[in-house]
């Protein structure tokens, strides 16, 4: 128990870096670039890897840390790729200079929310010059301009929190019953095909949300639509085959 409170006590330091990440991550779906976050996310791996043995079992001058180094690595890691992450997206104009002035000041003033919802949704930041000259005016007008996109996001936390929830009052079942190694086999297995999954949503919200961007409804629908279709085939036959290899499992 004390290594694993080690563990936690470690890694929610790098809390702040995940969000980073998640948010960098999605801004690049938007649009429609899977490639940067996949180098960036690879790139933290491999520090994460090399770290790791080295904080662990320690090498040279570095002592050894045990349980409590392998999440120093992790932790070092999505620091290290949240601090690429805010940098690529302050030089995409997605993120405000710190101590920015404002610019262009001779030209009548627009209110952030319409400088935002004309760049993301009209253009679509197809023209990265024309995004930083429209950016909403410092980091006050950022967070004004973000309000409508967070109470849009509130559905998907309460989402969240709720299968978060599930999954901790089910471990906590299992456990009580001794079966936590069963469960967590079957929670891996969960994961794994969820994520692979996953890449079916990714593929639905870049798509669709590129489609209204530029104000095209029928694409969207059809992106949608055809994303829904692969969804419904894939999980079925996801289902099946993890049904069928349960002895197994």
Known sequence: MHQAEMYLRVRALSAPAALIGTVAVGAYRGLLDTKTPLLVSGAANAVNLVLDPI???????????????????????????????????VDEGLLPRMGQETKNEAEPAKSSEETFGKTVFETGLTDESESAASSPDGITGWFTAMKPLAAGSASQLVRT?????????????????????????????????????????????????????????????GAADRCLKWALAAGTAVGVGIYAAGPAL
């Open 55 to 89: 904080l662990i079992f320690g090498f040279g001058p570095v002592p050894a840390f045990g349980v409590a180094g392998a999440a120093a690595a992790t932790t070092a890691a999505e620091w290290i790729a949240a601090v690429v992450f805010w940098k690529m997206l």
């Open 161 to 221: 929190l709720i299968l978060q929830a599930v999954l901790l009052r089910a471990t906590a079942e299992a456990a009580g019953s001794g079966a936590a190694g069963s469960h967590q086999i079957c929670i891996q297995v969960w994961w794994v095909t969820l994520f692979a999954l996953d890449a079916l949503a990714v593929a639905a919200q870049s798509l669709v949300a590129s489609s209204l961007g530029t104000g095209d409804v029928p694409r969207a629908r």
